[in-house]
């Protein structure tokens, strides 16, 4: 930052005044239904086409609610014992999916050479908290037991997601603490993740408008996500003791309103001796892993996410 003015890069300037220029209607404005089909048909438009893998596939789980659908990729047809990703999409709890994250696993799939579980969990406001966390809890815990459905046995669990995902991911990682799934929970990768209420951060107050993710949608996820806000499955950062967390990798958008929020998850989490690398992507915003093709230099700081999550496994 130079002075009051933020370092902000070349294509994310760009993609940030193509979007203004639209002059569209905000995502609270719209109907949900269209606000959802959206968020699907901008995926083509700002990210980059799907990796080939030797399994990609449909799969669904139990859950507290129904059957939870999954997609499992791999780019391998076969494999021996080892760990899985489980990945929770972002979306403020409220939109997103399995096919807005699609090309996103294939890639995580491809590079980390790990099988990747992306979870279709219940979204809000139909399904208000805690129908996600209890979702996602309980894909990983199936995930854990190596069902026959996946063709390879799991000996360890790594949550990771962006956003609401990266919420979910923390969330998920501390349930496994508190009550062991089948195999432990080996590392986690919160992405841009919201820990704590964001209203006093100073990143809050200086991007929480014309950074893509603003104070009005903050505001408007919340509300439809109606958490209880003095509930760790909401906002983790309330839990105190979070010294038994596995290795994590935690990744910051430098214009996000929530920045300062996966900061203080971090150096929380160093500052009761566990083993954390954080990483910042400087001058780039929230969001930015699904927009890989309106904003490629995102890609630099992914490739850092997946060196720093090779070199934390056993």
């Not at 399994?55 to 669904?60: A, G, N, P, T, Y």
């Not at 014992?81 to 939109?95: E, L, N, Q, R, T």
């Not at 669990?157 to 501390?174: E, R």
């Not at 508190?178 to 992405?191: D, F, L, S, T, Y």
């Amino acid at each position: 930052m130079v002075g009051d003015t933020p370092f902000v890069r070349k294509d994310v300037r760009a993609f940030l005044d193509y979007l203004a220029s639209l002059n569209q209607p905000m995502l609270y404005e719209l109907p949900l239904d269209v606000a959802r089909k959206g968020a699907r048909e901008m995926r083509d438009l700002i990210d980059v086409q799907p990796r080939e893998l030797a399994v990609i596939k449909d799969l669904r789980c139990p859950g507290p609610g129904g059957e939870i659908p999954l997609r499992l990729y791999d780019a391998e047809a076969s494999r021996n014992s080892g760990p899985a990703i489980v990945f929770y999409h972002g979306g403020g709890f409220v939109i997103g999916d399995i096919e807005v994250y699609h090309s996103l696993c294939t890639e995580i799939a491809a590079e980390t050479g790990l099988p990747v579980i992306s979870v279709d969990y219940r979204l809000a406001p139909e399904h208000p908290f805690p129908a996600a966390p209890d979702d996602c809890e309980a894909a990983a815990r199936w995930v854990g037991e190596s069902p026959q459905e996946l063709g390879f046995k799991v000996t360890g669990l790594v949550p990771m997601g962006d956003s609401a995902g990266g919420n979910l991911t923390i969330v998920t990682t501390a349930a496994l603490i508190a009550e062991p799934a089948a195999v432990p929970v080996v590392a986690q990768v919160p992405i841009y993740p919201i820990t704590n209420p964001i209203s006093h951060h100073e990143s809050f107050k200086s991007f929480a408008e014309g950074f893509f993710l603003t104070s009005k949608l903050m505001a408007w996820f919340t509300e439809q996500y109606a958490g209880d806000e003095t509930d760790p499955r909401m906002y983790p950062l309330l839990k105190a003791d979070h010294s038994r967390t596995p290795p994590t990798v935690v990744l910051t958008a430098g214009l996000d309103p929530l920045r300062d929020s996966g900061r203080e998850y971090a150096a929380h989490l160093i500052g009761q001796g566990v083993d954390v690398t954080c990483l910042e992507a400087r001058g780039i915003n929230h969001g930015f892993i699904t927009m890989r093709k309106a904003i490629p230099s995102g890609m630099q700081d992914l490739r850092r996410v997946y060196r720093a999550l090779a070199a934390m496994l056993p």
